[in-house]
C-alpha cells in the first residue's frame, strides 16, 4: 500500500498552502551552506586535465527560489519523493531513452541504492519463500547471498563463451518437475548480459534475442543486471596487432554497443538495473531501474519502507555532474574516454598473462566488456584452495570460482577457475600480480617457471 | 552468512599484496576531484552568521596518502564497508558513549542508510511472518507500513501524556493466548520514547525504567527509535511566563536530557535507532543503529545484501562538518542550539493554538520533544475525513490521526485528532495555518469564531 504520509503530498499543490503535515524540517536548521565539486571539463577527462581545465561547480541553499537553478541544497537536503527527486529521475529517464529506447508506451524508471538493493527488493515483488531464479551457473556473488535469506534459490545454467545457452534454459523450464524439486517452475531469469561476474562473457545480439524468446516461451520475467554495459570495450587484437580505433563520435560509440533487452523488450518483462558505480563512483549508492509503470509502482512502494531514497547530497553531486555540467553528450563522451580506459586496463592485463602465465595448465578468454578475466586452470575443484592461498601466500589476491556458484546447496564444482579484475591495480601492479599467480600456479602443479620474468 | 567478496578484504592486510580480486574502480576514473563544504563555525549556527564567520572546508582525492587528512574521496567514492566508512563509526561511536554510555562491553554501532532502513532490518532479524510487535496504539505510520508486507502485525498499547503505560504491556503479555490469537507471544516491543509520532508525547525517567522492568519480566527486545531525542526541548512555561533558561555547558545539556534505554540497559536487549535526519538533514539519508555486537553483526550482514552502506559523499560530508570541524564539543553546541530553536517554534505553534482554535472543542498538550503537537476535538472517529477536507479547504495540511494507528485490521477509532509539525512552516505561516485549521474545525462542529484574529 502507499505510504500514508507520502500519499498526503497530494494535496501540496493547492496553491497557499501551509502544511503543518508532515515532519519536514526548516532548511533554515540544515548546516550545510554551500557545496561545491571540481569535475573533469569534456574532453579533458584525466585528472592530469582536470587539475588544469576542470570546472568548478557551487550550489547554495536557496539556488532555486533565487532562479538561479533547478535544484538545490534546501531540496537535496530535506526528505525526498521515494521514486528519486525530480531532477535526477527526468536525468536518467532521458538517458534510458537515448540508449535503450524501450518499445513500449509506459516504462518508468526509478532511482535505487544500488543494483544489489534493486536485486533484493525485485526478488521480494517478484519471488516467494522456495522459490528457483534461473541464472548462469557461475554468477555475481551477492545475488546469490541476497537470494538465500529470502528462502530463494538459483537453478545455474552451464555458460559457452556467450554466456547463457538458451536451449539450456527452455529444457530445464521444459522438464520443470514441480514436485520432484518441490517449487514451482521458476518465473524470473537473473542475467549479467556484458562482462558477466565473474567469467567475464558478453552475451551478442543474437544469443539476447534468443533468450528473450525463451522467456516469452515460459513466461520468465528478466532481471536484466547491467553494471558493466558501457564497459564494453574494443575488440580484443592480441599482443602484436594494431588497436581497432576509438569511436568517432557518440551516434558510433551508441551502435558499437550490444543491444539491451530493455531495447526489444516488447511484453514489459524486464527490469532493467543501472547503477552509477562502475560508470561514477561506487560511493554514490545512487542506480536505478526501469521496468513497466506497474512495476515501477511496487518498486517505489518498496522504497518507501526502506531506503525512501538515495542521498540527495549524492543526487545533487550527481545533477550537477551531469545534466548542468556534461549534459548527455559530455556523459557519452565520458563513457566513450572510460571504454578506452578499460581496453588499456585489459589488454595490461592480458599481455601478462601471455608473458607469465603457464599456457599448458591455464586458459583464459579476452573479455569484451566488465571489469574480469578468468583464468582457468584445465583440472578439478580441491586445487582452489591451494591456488588460492599460494597465490595470497605470493602476494596477489585473486577471486575463487566458487565463491560466485550459483546453486549453493550440495554443488559439485565441476572446473576450476579465477577472477582477475583489470579495475583497480595500476598496470605495472597487473604484470606483478599476474607474474605471482603464475608462479603460484607452476608451484601448486609442479611445473618450472619457463614463462617470462617480471624486470623484462 | 557473510559475504564471499566482502570477507576476502581479510587478505588484504598482507604487506606488498596486489589485488586483483575485487571489482573495486581505480579512483583515477572517479570524475569528482575536489568537494568543498560551507558550514557554520560555532558557535554562529544560524543562517546569517555563517555567511559572515562560516568555515569553507575541502577535500580533495587523495588527501590521506598526501597526509593532509583522515577521509578523502578516493576513499569515500569507492565501495565500502557494511558497517559504515572507519572515520564515521568512530565518530558515532563516540557521540553514543558521551550521550548514552551504555552500561556493558561489547556494544557496538553501525551506520544505516536511516531509521525506516534499519527498523526493516531490525523486522527481519528479529521476527517471523505471523509475529505481534508490541507498541504506542499510535505510532510512526511507516513502522507499520514496513512490518505488514514482512507479514508483522501491531498489538497498541494506550498511552497517557507519557506515552505507553508498562502496566498495560505487563497485562496484555501475561494474558497472551496464542491459540486465539493465532501467534506466539511478542518478542519486540518498537516504541518512540522522546516526542512520540504522532502524540508527542515523551516519557519520563520513571517510565523508561518502568517499562524496562516489563521488558526484562517477558523477556522482550526493545527496538529504541529515537529520530526525536535531541528536540528535547525547554520547558514550556506558557503565553505570559519568563522562559527557562538555556543550558549553559555542554554538560548541562546532556543533564537535561531524560536517559535513553541504551544507558540503561543491563541485559544488551535495546538496539537503538539513531538518524541525522531531524539533527543535521533527512537528505543525507545516514544514521546508525546501537546494540550488542551479536546483534549488529546480523545488521551489518543484511547490509551487504542490500543498502551495502549509507553514500559514500555524504560519509564524506558528514565527517568533514562533525569530526574535522565541530568537534564533539562543537556538535553538542549545534544542539543546543537545535533545542532553543525547536523550542521557539513550539511556543510559537502553542501561542496560535492558545488564540485561534476553540477550546470548548479542541485540547492539546504541550509537547517536549519532537516536532509534534497534537490536536484532539472532543469527539469520536467520523469527523476526521470532514475536519481533514475542510482544513485543506481552508488551506491547511495537518496530519490525520488514523494514519498512525498501529493495528490496523478492523481497528476502530475512539478519538479524533490531527498532528501539527511545528518543524516546517515559519512563526508567521504556523499562526496562518492554525487560524484556518480553527476555523475548519469551528466550520466542522458548527461553532461561530469566538478566537483571535490572525492579523493581530
Known amino acids: 500500500m502507499p505510504s500514508s504520509l507520502k500519499g498526503a503530498a497530494k494535496y501540496l499543490g493547492k496553491p497557499g498552502l501551509i502544511s503543518l503535515g508532515g515532519g519536514l524540517p526548516c532548511a533554515e536548521n540544515f548546516p550545510i551552506e554551500e557545496l561545491t565539486i571540481k569535475v573533469p571539463s569534456p574532453p579533458g577527462f584525466s585528472e592530469?586535465?582536470?587539475s588544469k581545465t576542470g570546472t568548478t561547480v557551487t550550489t547554495g541553499k536557496y539556488d532555486v527560489s533565487n532562479g538561479s537553478g533547478a535544484y538545490d541544497l534546501s531540496i537535496a537536503l530535506n526528505y525526498g519523493l521515494g521514486v528519486g527527486s525530480a531532477q535526477m529521475i527526468r536525468f536518467v529517464t532521458e538517458h534510458t531513452e537515448i540508449v535503450c529506447n524501450p518499445p513500449y508506451e509506459d516504462w518508468q524508471c526509478a532511482l535505487s541504492v544500488g543494483s544489489t538493493s534493486s536485486l533484493e527488493q525485485a526478488y521480494r515483488i517478484f519471488c516467494e519463500r522456495g522459490d528457483y531464479v534461473?541464472?548462469?551457473?557461475?554468477t555475481f556473488a551477492s545475488a546469490v547471498e541476497t537470494a538465500l535469506p529470502l528462502g530463494i534459490k538459483f537453478v545455474g545454467v552451464q555458460v559457452d563463451s556467450e554466456g547463457l545457452l538458451p536451449n539450456l534454459i527452455d529444457e530445464?523450464?521444459?522438464?520443470?518437475?514441480?514436485?520432484?524439486?518441490?517449487?514451482?517452475?521458476?518465473?524470473?531469469?537473473?542475467?549479467?548480459?556484458?562482462g558477466q561476474n565473474p567469467t567475464g562473457a558478453t552475451q551478442g545480439t543474437a544469443r539476447r534475442q534468443a533468450i528473450y524468446k525463451v522467456a516469452q516461451k515460459h513466461d520468465l520475467y528478466i532481471f536484466e543486471d547491467e553494471p558493466y554495459y558501457f564497459l564494453q570495450m574494443q575488440p580484443y587484437t592480441g599482443p602484436n596487432s594494431p588497436p581497432v580505433p576509438a569511436p568517432k563520435t557518440n551516434e558510433e560509440f551508441l551502435k558499437a554497443l550490444i543491444p539491451t533487452y530493455l531495447s526489444m523488450d516488447t511484453d514489459g518483462r524486464v527490469m532493467r538495473m543501472d547503477s552509477f558505480s562502475k560508470v561514477i563512483a561506487p560511493g554514490t549508492r545512487v542506480g536505478w531501474v526501469t521496468a513497466s509503470e506497474q512495476i515501477i509502482e511496487r518498486f517505489v512502494r518498496h522504497n518507501e519502507c526502506s531506503n525512501q531514497n538515495p542521498s540527495g547530497i549524492s543526487q545533487l553531486v550527481l545533477y550537477k555532474l551531469l545534466d548542468e555540467t556534461w549534459g548527455h553528450h559530455g556523459y557519452l563522451q565520458w563513457l566513450i574516454h572510460l571504454r578506452l580506459e578499460y581496453t588499456r586496463r585489459r589488454d595490461a592485463l592480458l599481455e601478462a598473462c601471455e608473458k607469465f602465465l603457464p599456457k599448458d595448465i591455464v586458459s583464459w578468454n579476452p573479455?569484451?566488456?566488465?571489469?574480469?578475466?578468468?583464468?582457468?586452470?584445465?583440472?578439478?575443484?580441491?586445487?582452489?584452495?591451494?591456488v588460492f592461498l599460494a597465490a595470497v601466500g605470493n602476494g596477489v589476491l585473486i577471486s575463487r570460482g566458487s565463491w560466485f556458484t550459483a546453486e549453493r546447496e550440495g554443488f559439485e564444482a565441476h572446473e576450476l577457475f579465477f577472477r582477475a579484475t583489470f579495475a583497480a591495480a595500476t598496470e605495472e601492479k597487473m604484470a606483478e600480480a599476474i607474474y605471482r599467480f603464475g608462479d603460484a600456479v607452476r608451484a601448486c602443479f609442479g611445473v618450472s617457471n619457463g614463462g617470462g620474468d617480471v624486470e623484462a
Open 48 to 50: 592530469e586535465e582536470t
Open 367 to 386: 573479455p569484451a566488456a566488465g571489469m574480469f578475466s578468468t583464468n582457468k586452470p584445465l583440472t578439478i575443484a580441491e586445487m582452489e584452495d591451494q
Open 134 to 138: 534461473i541464472s548462469e551457473e557461475y
Open 172 to 194: 530445464i523450464l521444459t522438464n520443470w518437475d514441480a514436485t520432484a524439486r518441490k517449487a514451482r517452475k521458476p518465473r524470473v531469469l537473473y542475467t549479467v548480459p556484458s
